[in-house]
């Protein structure tokens, strides 16, 4: 009872498994770690959008970036670009904006929203206050070739080959962290006497004993909601989107440019990802079966690639349904779930990955752990995540919350507060007054920072009550828009392309 845990099996093997067992074996090397995986059940193979944590997160795994960037297709992502969320413009330029990962230059000293509101409120706030609107539209690299491994001129985080993100992923934990890897399908589990899990029962290895479980299992979650029958707690009354049609789309020319941030674009009953990896395109058409059939959906993204100007050949899409919502808790007795066993909302801002980098560094910073001490640490991290959770739905609402597209019942019934989280509808009208700032989120490290909320709130055409500054504060402000304008020059003549750099990567010896 009062033992280390040493031994931990991680059930999967998909982008979540192999990151769980990887940082797990490199940060406590002391533990046994066996990952089982099917042969059976294919990993869900989409997830190819990241936040800049995963810089840090493959960095402590010690992996390589050049190697990750030349086994696993990658390219650098600088943020998202949205496209006919605010009034339904798609592609014309004027209804565009952009949530980029860099923080706006003087966020923390100047009030920069009532500034831009003096001064340029006619120009877009992400561009006055930040280099990376240009950085993205003219397709530079967010670094330079000389840059070193995981350091950054301009902030980034990567796109890449889902699947081949598990294979470099696997080849390391086993190759150089002692990973066990055991291909099997999980048929049953052995409960305790006091209801812990003793053991998975494999098919072709038998049982499989450990001190902690980690349910990787994918949308199945066989441990915590087959097993130990934790519900999911449904989001689909606020956040509609319950299926996906992804499809991976060759380029018309493998020498054109590459997109530097993931494009998402609204259409009548939904909205479409666009991703560039280098060698392809990954795209995928969002939308809510109870606003639109499977047919519109289709429809809507054969229309996008025909106008974005993918080739006539291109293989078929597969369709994906998910229930969007998260489990009543993540973490019961001796088994914690993590990835998409643990919920899935939806790809808007690709946050799925961003929580298991967070999960499995809460389980690596609460280890050594004890079976006696393991209950109070789930009870943390149920709550916890449980917040982030939360924190997460009100802030992809707040995309579709204030869009002024009246095409569809699909964009009214966003619109409708009824359907907004408590908390958006109370903060909205405080916002109204001045600018999210940090003390609207509770805790140090929250999932989105107020700076996120403003880009998307301005960005969508939301314009707080006017308050103008006084000279002093105006001229803070000012001088923190003319070194962003400063950046933005430096930028774009120290930057190289981004295919270029690319390439560079791929190819150098
Ligand atoms: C349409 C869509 C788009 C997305 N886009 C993004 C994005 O841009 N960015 C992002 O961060 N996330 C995104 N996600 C989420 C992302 O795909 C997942 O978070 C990520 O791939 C992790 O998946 P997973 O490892 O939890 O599950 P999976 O990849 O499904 O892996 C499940 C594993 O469990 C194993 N398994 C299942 N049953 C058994 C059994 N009985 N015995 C043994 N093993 C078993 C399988 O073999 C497999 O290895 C997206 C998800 C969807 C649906």
């Known amino acids: 009872m009062n033992d280390r845990l040493r031994k931990v099996v991680v059930l999967g093997g998909g982008s979540a498994g192999w990151l769980v067992a990887a940082l797990l074996a490199a940060e406590h090397p002391d533990l046994h770690i066996t990952l089982i995986e099917s042969g059976d059940v294919p990993i869900i193979g ?94 530079r690299a967010p670094k330079q070739a000389q840059t070193p491994e995981f350091g950054a001129v301009a902030n980034y985080g990567y796109h890449f080959d889902a699947a081949r993100f598990g294979q470099i992923l696997r080849e390391h934990a086993c190759g150089q962290l002692g990973v066990h890897h055991v291909i099997d399908h999980m048929e049953g589990v052995r409960s305790s006497e006091v209801g812990d899990i003793a053991a998975l029962q494999t098919r072709a290895h038998g049982e499989i004993e450990a001190d902690l479980f980690v349910d990787c299992s994918g949308l199945a979650s066989l441990l915590i909601g087959r097993h130990f029958g934790v ?165 992809l609402k707040l995309h579709y919350a204030l869009t002024r597209r009246d095409d569809s019942d699909y964009w009214r019934a966003h619109r409708d507060p009824t359907s907004w989280p408590e908390r958006l509808r109370e903060l909205l009208p405080m916002w109204q007054l001045r600018p999210p700032a940090r003390h609207d989120f509770g805790r140090i490290d929250e999932v989105f920072p107020a700076v996120s909320y403003q880009y998307v709130l301005y960005g969508m055409g939301f314009r707080p009550k006017h308050q103008p500054l006084s000279d002093a504060k105006l001229g803070q402000a000012k001088s923190c828009f003319e070194e962003a304008a400063h950046l933005k020059r430096r930028l774009l003549t120290g930057l190289p392309g981004h295919r270029s750099l690319i390439d560079y990567i791929q190819k150098s010896a």
């Open 231 to 395: 519900p999911l707690k449904s989001e689909r009354d606020v956040l509609f989107n319950d299926a996906a049609l992804p499809v991976q789309v060759p380029y018309a020319r493998i020498d054109g440019p590459l997109a530097t941030c993931t494009i998402a674009t609204a259409w009548a009953k939904g909205w479409i990802w666009d991703i560039g990896l280098p060698s392809r395109r990954g795209v995928g058409c969002v939308f809510s079966r109870e606003h639109a059939s499977e047919d519109e959906a289709q429809a809507a993204l054969q229309a996008y690639l025909d106008a974005s100007g993918a080739p006539a050949e291109r293989p078929a899409p597969r369709l994906i349904h998910f229930d969007p919502g998260y489990r009543k808790q993540f973490w019961v007795r001796n088994c914690v779930a993590i990835g998409l066993s643990s919920g899935f909302i939806e790809p808007l801002e690709a946050s799925a990955l961003a929580m298991v980098e967070l999960s499995v560094q809460r389980l690596c910073d609460e280890l050594p752990m004890t079976r006696q001490s393991m209950d109070a640490v789930a009870r943390r991290f149920n709550d916890d995540f449980s917040y982030r959770w939360a924190r997460i739905i009100d802030f």
């Open 46 to 139: 989409v997830g190819e959008g990241t936040w800049p944590s995963m810089r840090d997160t493959l960095r402590r795994i010690g992996l390589s970036e050049t190697a990750f960037i030349r086994q696993c297709d990658v390219a650098f992502k600088q943020g998202s670009r949205f496209d006919g969320w605010a009034g339904g413009a798609a592609g014309e330029g004027e209804d565009r904006y952009y949530h980029p990962f860099m923080l706006p230059v003087g966020h923390d000293d100047a009030d920069l929203v009532q500034a831009w509101m003096s001064t340029q409120s006619e120009c877009s706030f992400a561009d006055v206050v930040s280099p990376s609107v240009q950085v993205c539209e003219a397709g």
